[in-house]
């Protein structure tokens, strides 16, 4: 019992440490012991089920211009209706004051890898001690909603249903995959 007692404490201990400490910056190094700190998260995060009872919708493709050769593409209609939400979130990831961009481009089936249009969704975020931007591909809003509540501090996030996340281990392999953090630094 006396161990469980400690964990609490020694939880905010490390989330503290774990935290910016150079006047803004956030360093590479600093987010890895975040994301550290993330995994040893021993405090329960209740998961609320948002509402069950929508019945699906499907959206129509969406008539795009390919921006490698000019041709029609028609995108499917849940990626591009994403696009916006996505936007909005780098946006807020970008005011809590770290370096990233984002990359929208419509390719038609001529040239896209995958033989059919595609809608390229390109994430960058550089850490002040990187001197390249780590480069991720999701059209997936809450991939970045789960890289905002991590770079917040946060220990769960809001899906796009108001259902509240734990930031469990499949939330860390996004995180790892958006910013290419390890624990091993």
Do not use: Q
């Amino acid at each position: 019992m006396m161990k469980k007692a400690l964990a609490l404490p020694a939880l905010l201990l490390a989330l503290i440490l774990a935290g910016c400490t150079n006047g803004g910056e956030f360093t590479r190094s600093e987010m890895n012991k975040k994301l550290k700190a993330l995994a040893n998260n021993l405090i329960p995060v209740i998961e609320t089920p948002g509402a069950m009872c929508y019945s699906v919708v499907m959206l129509t493709p969406v008539a795009c211009v390919c921006d490698s050769c000019g041709e029609e593409a028609a995108i499917d209609g849940w990626v591009y209706d994403s696009i916006d939400t996505i936007r909005t979130i780098v946006s807020d990831i970008k005011a809590e004051g770290h370096d990233v961009f984002l990359e929208v481009d419509t390719l038609c089936e001529n040239c896209s890898e995958e033989g059919k249009p595609v809608l390229r969704v390109s994430f960058g975020i550089k850490f002040a001690d990187d001197t390249d931007y780590h480069m991720s591909e999701s059209t997936i809003p809450s991939d970045y909603r789960v890289l905002l509540a991590f770079l917040r501090g946060e220990r769960s996030y809001k899906d796009e249903y108001d259902a509240v996340v734990a930031l469990k281990e499949e939330e860390r392999a996004v995180i790892k995959k958006m910013t290419g953090l390890t624990y091993g630094k």
